[in-house]
């Protein structure tokens, strides 16, 4: 379980091919704070430490399935990745509820400026059936996009706004954002159990 406050955005530093998984190393500054089988987002996405390797990185694999639904397959040599270790039980919640289980991925449309902050505009296929089950953004709600929680503006059918602040800019990968990049998408765990409750009562 995360919250969507990212701890820091790391460079990848190899990625090599696995039987059709890759494994992704990866250098960050609590490297050595990480241990065997810990679970880290990476750009929202759940990933399990492998291996602790002498060159001070670690190594996680993603499987096929999420490198379908997510971007971590267009990750090289020198990407920035969003990283966030899991919640401990006695912290505070400062983002939301975040399970670290990407939904779909989202295409930046826009980059707009407005007095020192950023407006990014996102756009994203769902369709009916799973909009119905809460695969969708909600005005004011809650989404995550590449591991950052953030609360949603301009609510569409299928596409949605975020305002970036500038910490948040220069401490996660949103800087490198561009329009045309693919971004991961959760949408709330809430949303979703709601939207499923709400079909037992039909």
């Given at each position: ?70 971007n ?53 296929d ?41 910490y948040?800019?220069?401490?996660t ?12 998408i ?17």
């Amino acid at each position: 379980m995360f919250s969507g406050i990212v701890e820091e955005a790391a460079r990848v530093t190899a990625v090599r091919e696995n039987n059709g998984n890759i494994d992704i190393d990866v250098k960050c500054s609590f490297v050595d704070e990480l241990t065997i089988d810990q679970s880290v987002a990476h750009n929202g996405v759940c990933l399990t430490v492998v291996s602790l390797n002498p060159d001070g990185t670690y190594t996680v694999t993603a499987i096929r399935e999420t490198l379908d639904r997510s971007n971590l397959g267009a990750l090289t040599e020198g990407s920035l990745v969003n990283l966030e270790r899991s919640m401990k039980l006695d912290g505070r919640l400062d983002g939301h509820i975040v399970q670290g289980h990407v939904d779909t991925t989202a295409v930046c449309e826009s980059i707009t400026e407005v007095d020192g902050s950023a407006y990014f505009r996102f756009r994203y296929d769902i369709d009916p059936a799973m909009a119905a089950k809460g695969y969708v953004t909600v005005e004011k709600g809650s989404v995550t996009v590449n591991g950052v929680s953030l609360t949603v503006c301009d609510s569409d059918r299928n596409a949605f706004s975020v305002a970036i602040i500038p910490y948040t800019m220069e401490h996660t990968n949103f800087h490198a954002i561009k329009a045309g990049d693919r971004v991961n998408i959760e949408f709330d765990i809430i949303g979703k159990y709601l939207a499923r409750l709400n079909e037992f009562k039909a």
